[in-house]
């Protein structure tokens, strides 16, 4: 079963940023694609970009284009979510999760990250 | 983009319930619809994907149709696990703003 494994709670003030990462394991890790979705309380899921592990390439959301930077490091089959410039409306869960290609069907999610962003 | 109406916003049903969530694309998106559950403090969980396959584990009581623009998910025989938030997801061209707004199910 494939197993994502996310790191712990963050606490941010407005204006700093947070690295968040998703180790990944039971499966090839540069064989899918590895997407970053977050989710404000009580709103729905919101798809942030992703990384092909195998050659690194990302694909991000044109609203967070400026601020969010999609890394992995295959030796230790992890990747990273960064998103600078925090607003207090990032507040939100940060979840990693993957798909087989492009077209997204999310099929295995991490625990997800809360961050909470307060100036 | 290609926007993803969902409704109802919430619905009250009992156990033993038969319940139907709609899912409505701006345009075509074929059968590339899937369809989620989520439980409070929990990430969300694939039922359902290209509109009607019901991903591995699932009970059969959920069951997924449409294709195009207007799609439905059914959960027949509620049990008292499927209290709920559902969501649908197109997963067909631009990532961004692929989900709908979601459905909560409560018990009545």
């Known amino acids: 079963q494939m197993q994502l494994e996310q790191s712990g709670a963050e606490v941010k003030k407005t204006g700093s940023s947070v690295k968040v990462s998703c180790k990944a394991s039971?499966?090839?890790?540069?064989?899918?694609?590895l997407h970053w979705v977050r989710q404000a309380p009580g709103q729905a899921p919101e798809w942030m970009g992703w990384?092909?592990?195998?050659?690194?390439?990302?694909n991000y959301a044109q609203k967070f284009q400026d601020r969010l930077t999609i890394s992995s490091d295959r030796s230790v089959n992890t990747a990273f979510m960064e998103l600078s410039s925090l607003r207090p409306d990032d507040t939100a869960t940060y979840y990693c999760?993957?798909?087989?290609?492009?077209?997204?069907?999310?099929?295995?999610w991490g625990q997800g990250t809360l961050v909470s962003v307060s100036s | 983009d290609i926007q993803m109406t969902q409704s109802p916003s919430s619905l009250s049903a009992s156990v033993g319930d038969r319940v139907t969530i709609t899912c409505r694309a701006s345009?075509?998106?074929?059968?590339?619809l899937n369809w989620y559950q989520q439980k409070p403090g929990k990430p969300p969980n694939l039922l359902i994907y290209?509109?009607?396959s019901l991903q591995s584990g699932v009970p059969s009581r959920f069951s997924g149709s449409g294709s195009g623009t207007d799609f439905t998910l059914t959960i027949t025989n509620l049990q008292p696990e499927d209290f709920a938030t559902y969501y649908c997801?197109?997963?067909?061209?631009?990532?961004?703003?692929?989900f709908g707004q979601g459905t909560k199910l409560e018990i009545k």
């Open positions: 990384i092909t592990p195998f050659n690194g390439d990302t």
């Open positions: 290209a509109a009607s």
């Open positions: 997801q197109r997963s067909y061209s631009n990532p961004a703003d692929s």
């Open positions: 999760s993957t798909s087989e290609s492009t077209v997204t069907t999310y099929d295995y």
């Open positions: 345009q075509s998106i074929r059968s590339y």
């Open positions: 039971e499966y090839t890790f540069t064989y899918r694609y």
